[in-house]
């Protein structure tokens, strides 16, 4: 009975079946031709009676069913079938009229109806075309479209023809459709898959070489008929044109593409043309103050590899031709040192507004106008006496229309120039030697500043270069003590000065300029007497040292009588003297002056107190015992050196009308030995003290120019030998090259010393035993202990 029972359980055990695998041919077939028709009606534009959920059903049906390749085989038939004999049609019977039109609406309805058949494939998209590695339904679509219309034979080569037509008329001026431009530059960017080579190759390519060929020849058109101002005009205008053209209808990434198109064409291929076009290139814009037109090349020549250095190189070279005629003028003509200078400082006024303005502070032209002014300042190796003597100008009293802050600003332009120099110690030399006379002579507007531009040169040189500057302004502040001390002597001492008020200054060797022999002058009684009476009270207190007059830097104050016009032209007036101002130096360098009286009695005399230097008050005591001098007695009597004579006399006698003390005769601009000076009885002023100005000098006399040169050459020997010794010190051991090369950069700051001179100082160092050469080379030096 058990096993009955067991058997019957057995037998009661339910079977399911399982779904079938595959689906009967016969009914995939009635699927796919209800998809079949759907698409096509979709392609008609009658969607409207379709239901998409059942659409989709069957879809997934097949594609589940393995049956996603019939499907996927299908729709490529289904749709190249379309393409090929409706819409291609449709374009091609459109060729000669609203062919483009006619294209976009295809394109958009194309891609109208792949989206809803996308979306009905949608499992086939994820399912089989990701197992397949085969393009998804949009993308087929777009191939196929791409492929059967697009590229199709004579309509890919009519699209393009078009739409380069197209760009050519609204060049031309011309109103064209953008809107229909920009959809089948977007379609051609679509058909391309994520890539550009769609549209590069039927649409970019095409495009920037007929744009090329146009701008050639229009550049040309443009050079022909306009100057270079309007020709940049121009070129910034298409620039402009194609940019926005390109932004507006074609793709995005042809903008930078088309601009360099431009650019190549209108600007590189012709930037030497451009800049050096007569009458209207860079030069031209240069002499007329173009500021806005050379602003514009700029901006546009920024534009081009190269384009901002060849703009740079012509300025650079007309930069260089105005600096050498302003340098070089001195050659040619007697040369005003405060004019030469002035013309530098206009000219670098001049291309700093042109850097600011035009050349958006652009650093390479900074640097290329340092470098010219450098390059030309340095030609006329009297820039530096120049420069000082500018300097010394802008420093002195009576400076007319300008105030501190004024002359600040120029100072401060002035030592952009300076920094240019090269000979910088030659410039030391010259600035001490002006400093030296404005202090002495209480010419300076204040000594403030005089200490800013000694602060400015400290600043740019450092301590060394203006120790001895410091030191003369030092030397003022004691010499005052001095003499407070002196005036305190001749009261205490009775001493008798004769009517003398003596000032004198009392300066160390080290600090001032000094000259390789003492002028010769030949003092008056009274003023030597003065200067005696000092020598013995400031040698009392200071046995040991030195005291030299210096009277090429004195002064006087002068009691002057001048009676009514003469009867004969014989006659003289009286000169008498109360005071004088005197500088004496402590070691070799000093100035005094003072002067006799004499009185004559004539009606109406007029009484002046004059200023003058030490050596016109030496002219002027003698015609207090003759009533005229030639220049030959003159100078005998006095013994100044020719030069300081001859300046004083033009100073007295052929200055102002206002200043002149002295008649010459004849009156020529020469003075020759023979000529005849007298007092001028006639002479009258406003001013009860009239000072007389100096002739000014335009910078040495080539004597004294070779003694400058002789003794900053010498004192360049021993800095080039201290900076070697220095250098080796720390080194040790170096070779030639890189010794010269070292000390070259150490003194760059005060001068550029030749690689022969400093080759003659290593061998003067080695002949003294400071350096040896090695056994093994001769050109690598040790230092010796």
Not at 87 to 103: A, G, I, K
Request: charged share 30%; hydrophobic share 35%; aromatic share 8%.
């Amino acid at each position: 009975m058990m096993k009955s029972s067991a058997l019957m359980k057995k037998e009661s055990k339910m079977r399911i079946r399982a779904f079938p695998t595959t689906m009967d041919e016969k009914y995939v077939e009635s699927i796919w031709a209800l998809l079949k028709s759907a698409i096509q009606e979709i392609q008609k534009k009658n969607n409207s009676g379709l239901s998409f959920e059942e659409l989709y059903r069957n879809a997934y049906t097949m594609v589940l069913h393995k049956y996603g390749e019939r499907l996927y085989t299908g729709l490529k038939e289904v749709v190249t079938h379309h393409l090929e004999n409706k819409v291609r049609e449709d374009v091609l019977r459109s060729l000669h009229n609203n062919f483009l039109q006619t294209l976009n609406l295809a394109w958009n309805d194309h891609q109208t109806s792949m989206v809803m058949i996308r979306d009905i494939l949608m499992y086939m998209d994820r399912v089989y075309v990701q197992q397949n590695d085969v393009d998804n339904v949009y993308n087929l679509g777009l191939i196929i479209f791409r492929d059967q219309v697009v590229r199709y034979g004579c309509v890919r080569d009519h699209l393009r023809e078009t739409l380069l037509g197209m760009v050519a008329r609204e060049r031309r001026g011309e109103v064209v459709d953008r809107s229909a431009i920009k959809n089948a530059c977007q379609m051609l960017m679509l058909l391309g898959i994520n890539s550009r080579q769609v549209y590069e190759e039927d649409f970019e390519r095409p495009f920037l070489q007929q744009s090329a060929e146009f701008y050639r020849m229009e550049s040309q058109k443009f050079l022909a008929e306009n100057s270079a101002s309007v020709y940049i005009k121009k070129v910034e205008a298409r620039i402009c044109e194609e940019s926005e053209r390109a932004k507006h209808y074609l793709d995005e990434s042809t903008e930078p593409r088309i601009v360099e198109v431009v650019e190549e064409e209108l600007i590189k291929i012709h930037m030497k043309t451009i800049v050096e076009m007569e009458n209207s290139g860079v030069v031209h814009m240069l002499k007329n103050h173009k500021t806005e037109d050379l602003s514009c090349m700029y901006k546009l020549f920024s534009r081009v590899s190269d384009g901002l250095r060849t703009v740079c190189d012509c300025v650079s070279q007309f930069l260089r031709e105005q600096g050498r005629a302003l340098v070089q003028e001195e050659h040619e003509s007697t040369t005003n040192a405060v004019l030469y200078v002035q013309n530098l400082l206009d000219l670098k006024d001049r291309f700093d507004h042109f850097l600011h303005y035009s050349f958006n502070n652009d650093k390479n032209y900074k640097q290329m106008i340092a470098s010219d002014f450098e390059y030309f300042l340095n030609l006329n190796p009297k820039s530096p006496e120049y420069l000082s003597l500018f300097i010394d100008d802008k420093l002195k009293k009576g400076v007319k229309g300008m105030t501190e802050q004024e002359i600040e600003g120029i100072l401060d332009k002035t030592m952009v120039l300076f920094r240019f120099l090269q000979e910088k110690d030659v410039f030391e030399r010259y600035y001490k030697q002006h400093l030296a006379k404005r202090l002495l002579l209480n010419k300076s507007v204040s000594d403030d500043s005089e200490k800013n531009m000694i602060s400015k040169l400290k600043t740019e040189c450092g301590c060394q270069f203006t120790s001895k500057l410091e030191g003369m302004f030092k030397d003022i502040t004691v010499s005052n003590t001095i003499m407070d001390e002196f005036k305190e002597h001749v009261l205490t001492a009775n001493t008798n000065l004769h009517g003398v008020d003596i000032s004198v200054r009392v300066l160390t060797t080290g600090f001032w300029p000094t000259q390789s022999a003492t002028p010769k002058c030949s003092m008056p009684t009274a003023p030597r007497d003065a200067f005696d009476a000092f020598r013995r009270f400031y040698l009392a207190k200071h046995s040991g040292r030195q005291l030299t007059l210096q009277p090429q830097l004195g002064s006087a104050d002068l009691n002057a009588i001048f009676h009514g016009p003469r009867r004969e032209e014989s006659n003289c007036g009286g000169l008498d003297t109360p005071s004088s101002s005197s500088s004496i130096g402590n070691g070799s360098s000093a100035s005094g002056s003072l002067v006799s009286q004499r009185s004559n009695a004539c009606s109406t005399p007029r009484k002046h107190i004059i200023q003058v230097s030490t050596y016109q008050m030496c002219v002027l005591m003698l015609f207090n015992k003759r009533e005229r001098l030639t220049y030959e007695e003159i100078q005998g009597e006095t013994d100044i050196p020719e030069r300081d004579l001859v300046r004083a006399l033009q100073s007295l006698a052929m200055g102002k009308a206002s200043q002149r003390i002295l008649l010459k005769h004849p009156r020529t601009k020469e003075i020759e030995p023979s000529h005849c000076f007298c007092v001028n009885d006639s002479f009258t002023s406003k001013l009860h003290r009239v000072k007389i100005q100096t002739v000014a000098a335009k910078g040495e006399s080539e004597p004294e120019r070779r003694e400058t040169r002789i003794k900053v050459d010498e004192d360049r020997k021993h800095e080039i030998e201290a900076a070697i010794v220095r250098i080796m010190k720390a080194r040790k051991r170096m070779p030639h090259n890189i010794l010269v090369t070292e000390v070259t950069e150490q003194l760059r700051g005060r001068f550029l010393p030749s690689p022969v001179i400093i080759k003659k100082r290593i061998e003067g160092l080695i002949e003294r035993e400071y350096l040896a050469r090695t056994p093994e080379d001769r050109k690598v030096y040790t230092y010796v202990a």
